[in-house]
């Protein structure tokens, strides 16, 4: 059936150091959503990606939806402690509903 | 502020007692969906409601089963809980549900312990 991988399961990074996630889906997407879960708490929207090769920017997060929408990324630049979380992203079950298919995440560590 | 909202944010049942986890939405949306999250696992979608309707996932276990009284108000029942499900259970709502464009919009979770 309809998988969505992600890596990495878990990234530790210095405060102000890169990061990124990596999301493939075994079919074609007609879209993928990001979603941050802080520890604790539940996930929250961040992006959606529609087009072929689309990049999106929210200050220092990048998203990007890979040519063929079978892939995704999302790398935040000069990592920050408030970026603690687990990032998941999903993808649309069918064409015609909202049902998502969520990655398994990457959870983010920071050491200040 | 509109928003999903769950209670209580954490519930504590003894294995084989029935209990029921609530969720309501002042977002006005079509669908809700219930979804089981484990430890470092991802959100696993439960069943869902499009309006009135619902809609089973193939391996939901039998002992789960979902309430929706009306647009606003949504239940998960648990009829004999096990220890393996003790999860964080997440309610989300979603505006319409006829598109795959759509985001969601999920509530503070109830985390639920079975002794």
């Known amino acids: 059936g309809q998988q969505v991988m992600q890596i990495p399961q878990y990234q530790h990074v210095q405060e102000g150091e890169d990061f990124t996630t990596y999301c493939n889906s075994s079919t074609t997407l007609s879209n993928i959503q990001w979603y941050k879960q802080r520890p604790g708490g539940h996930p929250v929207f961040l992006i959606q990606l529609v087009k072929s090769g689309e990049v999106k920017k929210q200050k220092r997060l990048t998203f990007q939806f890979g040519e063929a929408k079978k892939n995704s990324s999302l790398h935040i630049t000069a990592t920050q402690t408030t970026d603690v979380g687990t990032y998941f992203c999903?993808?649309?079950?069918?064409?015609?509903?909202?049902?998502?298919?969520f990655g398994q995440g990457t959870t983010l560590q920071v050491k200040p | 502020d509109a928003m999903v909202i769950q209670n209580p944010r954490y519930q504590v049942t003894q294995f084989g007692k029935p209990v029921t986890l609530s969720c309501s939405q002042t977002?006005?949306?079509?669908?809700m969906y219930w979804y089981q999250q484990k430890s470092s696992q991802a959100p696993k979608l439960l069943f869902h409601y499009y309006d009135k309707d619902f809609n089973n996932e193939a391996d939901t276990p039998d002992n789960f089963q979902s309430r929706r009284p009306n647009t606003s108000f949504c239940f998960l029942d648990i009829r004999s809980p096990g220890l393996g499900d003790a999860a964080m259970y997440l309610c989300a709502t979603s505006k319409t549900g006829t598109g795959a464009n759509e985001k969601l919009f999920f509530g503070s979770g109830t985390q639920l312990s079975v002794l």
């Open positions: 977002l006005n949306h079509n669908v």
């Open positions: 999903a993808g649309p079950w069918s064409s015609n509903t909202g049902k998502l298919i």
